[in-house]
């Protein structure tokens, strides 16, 4: 589903904030990026997401090459960004019909999963206000109810459950277990180790840029007993 051929980032100068990143995710897999900050982990996102270019290496999504075909390979994806920064004079429900519009979800689907996510998620009765009036977790909300809408494939967080109340991180949580279990593919970058632990099929950590570790978490924790915080502190202590 997603596919990291030595994909490698350089801002400014010599220094690679990602260096030769290969990574293979497959259909119906959760997938936890984890790393210190800094390491790597948005700006890879943001490559994968189209929204950075890579310096070198190859993205594909889905089988289509990112670089060459960035509109077909967009289609198989929805993202959370890091930050939840949107239209701010807008109302809640235009973004939602925007981004419905965007993936060519139809006017009887979009109305019935407008209703589900954000009843779910408790904002369905802040949508015809202005987004500008909501507050940082209301905002998150909205983003992530605009990027289930479409029902893609593969569905890209970025440290999504930063700012989330427990309830709303509850449900989240569910949701990316049942779009793996229907044969989707979820993406995520968290410092919430135990949870990453308890969710994810495999995990990456990212270190200085570099990939150090990806497998099963019972597999990278290597039979031990120690937590996973706890192999990571070890595998990054250089960081
Ligand atoms: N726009 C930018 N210009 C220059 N350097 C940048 C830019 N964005 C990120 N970097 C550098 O790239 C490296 C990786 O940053 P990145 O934001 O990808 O880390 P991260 O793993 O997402 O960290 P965090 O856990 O803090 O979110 C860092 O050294 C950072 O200083
Ligand atoms: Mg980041």
């Keep these: ?88 004079a807008i109302r809640g429900i235009d973004y939602l019909h925007f981004l419905a519009d965007m993936y060519d979800v139809s006017a009887q689907t979009r109305r019935v999963r407008i209703e589900q996510y954000t009843q779910l998620f408790g904002i369905y009765d802040f949508l015809g ?21 479409p029902e893609a494939p593969l569905f890209i967080l970025d440290e999504p459950l930063v700012g989330l109340d427990p309830l709303a991180a509850k449900h989240l949580k569910e949701i990316m277990g049942k779009r793996c279990a229907a044969g989707g593919t979820v993406f995520f970058s968290s410092h919430l180790l135990t949870i990453v632990e308890q969710i994810c099929d495999r995990i990456a950590v990212i270190n200085q840029g570099e990939l150090i570790a990806c497998d099963r978490p019972e ?13 990571f502190l070890e595998l990054t202590k250089d960081a």
């Design 129 to 149: 206000e202005i987004i500008q009036s909501y507050s940082h977790g209301m905002k998150q909300k909205l983003v992530i109810c605009g990027a289930l809408l």
């Design 219 to 231: 597999r990278i924790k290597n039979g031990s007993n120690h937590s996973l915080e706890e192999i």
């Design 1 to 88: 589903m997603l596919v990291l051929n030595k994909v490698t980032k350089t801002y400014d100068g010599e220094k690679k904030a990602v260096n030769q990143l290969s990574l293979e995710v497959a259909p119906g897999e959760i997938f936890g990026f984890i790393g210190p900050n800094g390491a790597g982990k948005t700006t890879t996102i943001k490559m994968i997401t189209g929204l950075l270019p890579p310096t070198a290496g190859q993205i594909l999504i889905n089988g289509v090459d990112l670089a060459t075909s960035p509109v077909a390979a967009k289609r198989n994806f929805t993202y959370v960004p890091d930050h939840p920064e949107i239209f701010s």
